[in-house]
């Protein structure tokens, strides 16, 4: 210290007294502290250097600042003192004194970031030496326990609720910072084992929530960087996030989150079956869908929302999210706890497109069907008209549904496809409020008004043929939209209606039946689609045999169901349907190990012989639809039968 301030007379050098505050820092640090002999010449040496702070630069000001922390007490440390002793994680703090808070935390990160966050000094065993190369280091074994409390102390600020907006920022820039440098060497493994870091990324994930966008992603790229390094639990979380945050309406938070997503190994995405979010979000629509009408959704919002889903149009237009200012357009300040969605998924189009559908709907009903389209009956046959246009062309590619079909980007794609699936939802929900109003519902809906239960009453028959001429057209929509439990859910009441009507006879039934069992097909129930076979052979009378191979498909009997579907054909057409290519490697391995072969498939040596039978009365598109069964079973089971024969492997190509 005398040396310096002698130098400091002679010449002043911001550099030499920069560097010369930090040997005397790394000293003050060795220092018992019950040495206080030199304190006052300390003192007066840290005063001293105070004076040339309003002259110097930002490393000089705070070197003397470090130095002045401690002199000022050794004992407890500055590390100590700004992380327990002020109690900085305090409720009343963040609420009453938010920006007090908010200096402690800026100078304990800045404290941390001086020392690399105290990582290195976390894993040392003993001290290091002072000096490592031009850098002075002041960590001894006092400061092997710093990270694991800094951590602690960021995993419960970040899981506070009350932080201030700036103190959060901070939080999760120092968060990131941490998450990098933890990942920057694989000397660092074991501190991925601290039950700190366990609580570190618990307050992480506690903010890829927030209405904040840019906390949002920060917290997103800090698990990204830790993602390899998490144990299964997190990933679990994380997997549950992921699924909130990919129908967000940010582009940047779908693509951050999406990334996110890709980084978690695929058995951990396939076997999480938590969907926190996902049943919270269910809960507060149907806690909405169970409340009194509003009456705050007016014919132009209806408008706006039924001329995207039918014809792709956006009435509304502007910066922010058309859909987004509908929904706050109709809530009202008057109406207490109105909105029971949490407001941390209210950025999520999921919830949004949920509510306006239902609104939609609602708004259907209690205008007695006079809607922006038309009288009652123009907006059952505007609304005929477009499924049956969507179910025509599932049959017939050529047919014009422009306006389903055209787009110029990926986005618009993605629209068209949306779309299908709002109109399917919105006919869903205006189906179960039709009934609520003609039949009442026990608990679940609110009784509509007087005037509205007597109009529906006097149209219930019109509305159920309505919904029955349409449901055959809405089962093929649910397949081209890939919602197969809608085709299920229509399906079965349409062959209740048939059942009941004695329907039974035409090719109606078959077809009914068949796409029933594609969508059980598609959602995997085996046990159901026996349980269609057996219906439909004990209660109307048709033995359809080929449902049986859909339930070996179903159950993931690839080549069984393939060889099936020939024979089915065979019998069907009167022809050779069999596959050559498939002749001597899925029919062998379908039947490799049977004593006897079927007696239309019989392998003999190189050659295969195949018994043709009197073609059947079934329906043209029954045929289509086991033909093409049959070809795509067979070649998205080439790469498995090459690959496996009596469990050996064979080749990968």
């Not at 502007?318 to 209210?346: A, H, M, V």
């Not at 057209?473 to 048939?498: C, K, N, W, Y």
């Not at 045999?545 to 859909?550: P, T």
Request: proline content about 3%; hydrophobic content about 40%.
């Amino acid at each position: 210290m005398r040396c310096v301030t002698a130098a400091n007379q002679v010449f002043f050098s911001e550099a030499v007294l920069t560097a010369a505050n930090e040997c005397v820092g790394v000293l003050l640090g060795s220092l018992d502290p019950s040495m206080t002999i030199h304190c006052d010449m300390v003192i007066t040496y840290g005063l001293d250097q105070l004076e040339n702070c309003q002259t110097c630069g930002t490393d000089y000001i705070i070197s003397v600042l470090n130095l002045l922390m401690l002199m000022w007490a050794l004992s407890p440390t500055v590390f100590a003192l700004l992380s327990k002793n002020l109690m900085i994680v305090h409720s009343d703090l963040a609420v009453h004194f938010p920006t007090i808070q908010y200096a402690v935390l800026y100078t304990l990160y800045s404290h941390c970031t001086r020392h690399d966050h105290f990582i290195s000094s976390s894993l040392s065993s003993s001290s290091p030496p002072l000096f490592d190369g031009a850098v002075i280091s002041t960590v001894t074994t006092a400061t092997k326990k710093h990270f694991s409390i800094m951590l602690n102390l960021l995993g419960i600020l970040l899981k506070k609720d009350n932080l201030n907006q700036d103190t959060r920022k901070l939080l999760m820039t120092w968060a990131l910072e941490v998450a990098v440098l933890m990942k920057k060497s694989e000397t660092y493994a074991p501190l991925f084992c601290l039950p700190s870091f366990h609580k570190f990324c618990k307050g992480l994930l506690a903010n890829t929530l927030v209405e904040d966008v840019n906390i949002c992603l920060q917290a997103c790229s800090s698990l990204h960087a830790l993602s390899s390094s998490l144990p299964d639990d997190l990933l679990q979380r994380c997997v549950d996030v992921c699924r909130v945050q990919l129908v967000h309406r940010g582009t940047r938070i779908r693509q951050a989150f999406g990334k996110l997503l890709k980084s978690i190994p695929l058995d951990v995405v396939l076997s999480n079956n938590n969907h926190t979010e996902i049943q919270e979000i269910s809960l507060a629509l149907r806690s909405h869908m169970s409340k009194a009408p509003s009456n705050t959704f007016h014919p132009q919002d209806f408008s706006d929302v039924i001329s995207f889903i039918l014809y792709g149009n956006s009435h509304r237009t502007g910066k922010d999210n058309w859909l987004e200012r509908l929904f706050y357009s109709c809530q009202r300040l008057d109406k207490c706890d109105q909105s029971t969605i949490p407001r941390n998924l209210l950025k999520t189009d999921a919830i949004f497109w949920q509510w306006a559908i239902w609104e939609a709907a609602q708004f259907t009903v209690l205008s007695k069907l006079r809607t922006p389209l038309g009288r009652a009956q123009d907006t059952f046959q505007t609304i005929e008209g477009i499924i049956r246009s969507l179910a025509a062309h599932t049959l017939n590619p050529d047919q014009d549904v422009s306006q389903w079909t055209t787009a110029d980007n990926d986005e618009g794609h993605g629209n068209n496809q949306l779309r299908l699936v709002l109109l399917l939802q919105y006919l869903e929900n205006l189906e179960k409020l039709m009934y609520n109003v003609y039949e009442g519902c026990a608990n679940a809906l609110t009784s509509p008004p007087k005037v509205i239960r007597a109009f529906f009453y006097t149209s219930c028959q019109t509305c159920q043929d309505w919904l029955t001429r349409i449901r055959l057209s809405i089962m093929r929509v649910g397949l081209l939209a890939g919602q197969p439990a809608v085709t299920v859910r229509h399906g079965f009441d349409l062959l209740t209606e048939m059942k009941t009507t004695s329907l039974s006879q035409g090719n109606e039934l078959e077809i009914t039946i068949m796409m029933v069992v594609e969508a059980l097909c598609e959602l995997h129930c085996p046990e159901a689609i026996q349980g269609i076979a057996v219906w439909s052979s004990s209660i109307v009378g048709k033995n359809l045999l080929w449902i049986n191979s859909v339930a070996q498909q179903a159950e993931g009997r690839f080549e069984k169901a393939s060889v099936e579907y020939q024979e089915h054909l065979c019998a069907m057409t009167g022809v050779d349907c069999c596959i050559s290519s498939f002749d001597k490697l899925v029919l062998t391995l379908a039947n490799a190990g049977c004593n006897s072969a079927s007696p239309k498939h019989c392998l003999n040596g190189e050659s295969r012989k195949t018994v043709l039978s009197k073609p059947t009365d079934s329906s043209p598109e029954v045929i289509n639809y086991l033909g093409n069964k049959a070809c795509v079973s067979a070649t998205s089971q080439l790469p498995i039968a090459l690959l496996c024969r009596n469990g050996r492997m064979l080749s990968m190509t």
